[in-house]
């Protein structure tokens, strides 16, 4: 048994050292395949378009940027105010929204392809698209910041079409918290309307009420001809409309047919209306609430936006690499093969 072992070392170590000197002997072949690759690699690197990224990262408005939305809201207008938080999902689903993506790419994407490129299928370039256009949502370091990143052959496109992005976006979600506010706004000023007009007629009742009652009331001090007030009597003229008294006929006549007189030619009941100008004043305001939307911040962009220099694809010195060992490997694969069919050539001739 030792001896078989020592046999078929001596082999093993024979058959090494004859593969060694078998692809020694083809070291030309291996480096000639070796080359081919890498002069493949290597044009493929040299012809291949660069692919430039851009990339815009999105955080979270201030308070300040955002107090144009809160004006004239607050606990004592019974309109809750937004907070950043609303705002900011507000512009981060605008942001994400499909439809904002699909205006994007048959505004700005489809113009600027070629006219052999729009002719393929919708579906292959939209599904292009998304690749070369992501939105990032927030992750574990960053839980409130979003990125926008382009990727494309022109780097100034692509830092323009990350910045166009976000505007797009920013616009959208500006004009639906304005859309909202104004709603918000006019529903508020429709309520205060109806509590003033119903407050006006509340008083022209109340006006025509006493009017009646001093109607009756002078009838009776006609009747018992009393023009003047009664020497017993402590009322004293009164033509507003919220006081009444059943012994009215005690002023006398002439009081009674003046107050008449100032009650029906009475315009307007609006100076003796409790609370009313308080209210007209809340009314006007939010019926001529307006916001402007340059005051409107819904997002910052965190850092600056900078046209990249230098291309993310192709990696050439990477690709080069790759070439030498996959020259390298293939040389050897065939050196490898060409070895095992000579040698299997000369053992059928011994044999």
Known sequence: MPN????????????LIALARGLWGQKWLILTVTLLVTAG???????????????????????????????????????????????????????QGESLRQTFFNEVYLPSLDESQRKGALDRLYERFSRELVIRGPGKDTPDRYSVT??????????????????????????????????????????????????????????????????????????????????????????????????????????????????????????????????????????KLNIDPESISVYRQDGSVEVPQSPIKPRKALILLLGIIAGGLLGGFIALIRFAVVRSKEQQVQD
């Open 41 to 95: 690699a290597a044009t493929y690197a040299y012809l291949s378009k660069p692919v430039y990224q851009a990339q815009l990262f999105i955080m979270p408005p201030t308070q300040n940027g955002i107090a144009e939305l809160n004006y004239g809201r607050g606990k004592s207008t019974e309109l809750d105010p937004y907070s950043i938080k609303h705002v900011y999902d507000v512009f981060a689903r605008n942001l």
């Open 150 to 287: 382009v990727q494309g052959g022109d780097p100034v496109r692509a830092t323009e079409w990350a910045k166009a992005y976000v505007a797009r976006a920013s616009e959208a979600a500006e004009s639906e918290l304005i859309k909202n506010v104004t709603a918000e706004a006019a529903v508020r000023a429709r309520n205060l309307e109806q509590r003033i007009v119903g407050l006006r007629e509340t008083a022209q009742r109340i006006r025509e009420d006493r009017i009646q009652q001093l109607r009756e009331a002078l009838k009776i001090a006609e009747a018992i001809g009393l023009t003047g007030p009664s020497i017993n009597s402590t009322a004293a003229v009164d033509i507003t409309v919220e006081t009444g008294n059943k012994m009215d006929y005690q002023r006398g006549s002439k009081a009674l047919a003046a107050e008449v007189k100032a009650l029906e030619s009475r315009v307007s009941d609006d100076a003796f209306i409790s609370d009313l100008r308080s209210l007209q004043m809340r009314y006007n305001f939010y019926r």
């Open 4 to 15: 078989n072992r020592i046999e078929t070392q001596g082999v093993n170590e024979i058959d």
